[in-house]
């Protein structure tokens, strides 16, 4: 297996782990629908939607190589949204989910644009190369479904209820925040970071605090200063992603914090 395939194995098993206790409706942008808990018995679909949204987005790209005046590309929201596989992506892997809506945006910008149709064609080549990213992702995680190693999809919210897994929950919130921009929906990103700050990092603030202070001070930076800004000066999906990738490294040393702190609590007891 290759470096950048066992990289996306430990990623997507993480992220399968703890996506399976999201709620299932503020995934999706509709209803998830059973097959999200049974991949490996769709994946031939999936396969079929996905050679089928990428003959869609390249008809888009040759009517406007065409001067199609007929053209309008909403009709790339539109096609991906009809198939199942969005929502098959979306419950198993937000970064990947993530890059499919910047490569939409990418081909859709381009063309609003005028752009020359070289440059359309390499938004293209992006988006493609995306959607089988996560069609692989997919793959992969069906894997996991089948060896009952990961959880279902949840319809309704399960409240993390230690501090490592408060953490969890919010580097999983931060992948949407992520996602969300992307979509170009960045009233609801940014207040998906807020309420991430009020009703999960707020929680695990007080052991954090007694363990390294300075961490909590420059997450709440982070949280309530730098990300927020990078969405609401629009640097663009990557660079949101950074301050997520930064803010997760941050969250990941607050982690083994919070599991020293629920050790020394059962030590006690």
Do not use: C
């Amino acid at each position: 297996m290759t470096t950048t395939l066992k990289k996306m194995s430990a990623l997507l098993a993480v992220s399968v782990m703890s996506l399976s206790m999201v709620t299932g409706h503020a995934m999706a942008n509709g209803a998830i629908g059973d097959h999200v808990n049974n991949l490996h018995a769709h994946i031939g679909e999936y396969t079929e939607e996905v050679e089928w949204l990428e003959s869609k987005f390249g008809g888009v790209v040759d009517a406007y190589a065409n001067k199609d005046k007929s053209l309008k590309t909403d009709a790339l929201m539109e096609y991906w949204e009809e198939v199942d596989f969005h929502s098959a992506i979306e419950t198993q892997y937000v970064p990947i989910y993530a890059s499919i809506w910047q490569g939409i945006y990418g081909v859709k910008v381009a063309i609003d644009e005028g752009k020359p149709i070289d440059v359309v064609r390499h938004e293209q080549e992006k988006l493609n190369h995306a959607l089988w990213q996560a069609l692989g992702a997919v793959k992969l995680a069906s894997q996991y479904q089948k060896r009952g190693l990961v959880g279902e999809v949840q319809t309704t919210e399960v409240e993390p209820t230690t501090g490592p897994a408060v953490i969890d929950d919010i580097k999983t919130r931060l992948d949407r925040v992520v996602a969300k921009y992307a979509e170009q929906l960045n009233e609801v990103a940014t207040t998906l970071v807020h309420d991430t700050y009020l009703q999960r990092f707020e929680g695990v603030e007080g052991d954090l605090i007694a363990k390294d202070a300075a961490l909590v001070e420059s997450l709440e930076k982070d949280f309530n200063v730098t990300l927020p800004q990078a969405i609401s000066q629009d640097k663009g999906v990557d660079g949101v992603r950074s301050v997520v990738e930064t803010m997760q490294s941050k969250l990941d040393k607050a982690r083994v914090l919070l599991v020293e702190a629920e050790k020394g609590r059962k030590d006690v007891f």
